[in-house]
T-cell receptor, first 113, second 114 residues
């Protein structure tokens, strides 16, 4: 059973535009929601993370919006740059099941110059 | 400082063979995780160590998969009687402790079973 659903699978944005990636989860026990960025041949790297006690978190050009009642969260990349071209994964973890992360299927983001 | 390292970076083996994949976590990190990432998919959890013990092995797909961390640092993922379906990138991650710490991933080992 897929517990974190991510969309879209791929996304093309013009340089300077806003990239938006969405995730939905099912397990209400999840209480930690990170976003990871992965470049080809590399492991995922943490980009930004949020807990459900806040509805938004911003770090530089990256913002997470969180909607607890809808069980949805999204990543917004402002002023997207060609160097942002990568695969992005949302993830979730909860108090049970140790610290294991449940990942979405990923979004391949391409920023056109 | 040094990040998580994994060896080998690539491993090609034949169906039925035994393989070992190694993970060197960030020095001082007590928590260590193994994930498996199939092509075009997100990583899937396999096993989590806190110190030397496997705190959660619920993600291991079957008894052909086994992992150890005898001294609480380096970990080895062992796969017996490999099958073509085991082909994937095996990722290792570590974090400082038991709290909700950031998981730092290594570059992965790409396993190909012919």
């Amino acid at each position: 059973q897929q517990q974190v659903k991510q969309s879209p699978q791929s996304l093309i944005v013009q340089k300077g535009g806003i990239s938006i990636i969405n995730c939905a989860y099912e397990n209400t026990a999840f209480d930690y929601f990170p976003w990871y960025q992965q470049f080809p041949g590399k492991g995922p790297a943490l980009l930004i993370a949020i807990r459900p006690d806040v509805s938004e978190k911003k770090e530089g050009r990256f913002t997470i919006s969180f909607n607890k009642s809808a069980k949805q969260f999204s990543l917004h990349i402002m002023d997207s740059q060609p160097g942002d071209s990568a695969t992005y994964f949302c993830a979730a973890s909860g108090l049970t099941g140790a610290q294991k992360l449940v990942f979405g299927q990923g979004t391949r983001l391409t920023i056109n110059p | 400082g040094a990040g998580v390292s994994q060896t080998p970076s690539n491993k090609v083996t034949e169906k039925g063979k035994y393989v070992e994949l190694r993970c060197d976590p960030i020095s001082g990190h007590t928590a260590l995780y193994w994930y498996r990432q199939s092509l075009g998919q997100g990583p899937e959890f396999l096993i989590y160590f806190q110190g030397t013990g496997a705190a959660d092995d619920s993600g291991l797909p079957n008894d052909r998969f086994f992992a150890v961390r005898p001294e609480g640092s380096v970990s080895t993922l062992k796969i017996q009687r490999t099958e073509r379906g085991d082909s994937a990138v095996y990722l290792c991650a570590s974090s400082p402790g038991q709290g909700r710490d950031t998981q730092y991933f290594g570059p992965g080992t790409r396993l190909t079973v012919l």
